[in-house]
């Protein structure tokens, strides 16, 4: 079984992109809103999150610190995805709980799946 992977992300471009690098080895479930995320997230049942940080209703971070509230998907990894790569923040996301930070456009494919396949062999 293909693990499964939760890609909550408002842009359907980076969606699509994101599908289109991931859907061999993974299977995909997708969520538009922080608030459509907090909503299905529990039931996904997925193995890893790539959250992306600007959301509508609920920003990355407040969906993250839902997730860790919830005994059930506390400890999935969860990977931030910003298009506002900025000097930092790498360390702000990761003191804010986050597993680890792809900045977008997402140029090297590899970055993104060598973080995924690093972080489901921690957690496996
Ligand atoms: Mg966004």
Redesign the pocket.
Known sequence: MKPRIAVV???PDNRLLVEAILDDEFEIIEFETGAEAVAGLEDARADLVLL?I??PEMDGPEVLAWLRGQPSIAATPVIALTAHAMAGDRERYLEAGFDDYVSKPIVDEDVLLSSIRRWLAKSS
Do not use: G, I, W
């Open positions: 992300e408002d842009n992306d600007s959301l």
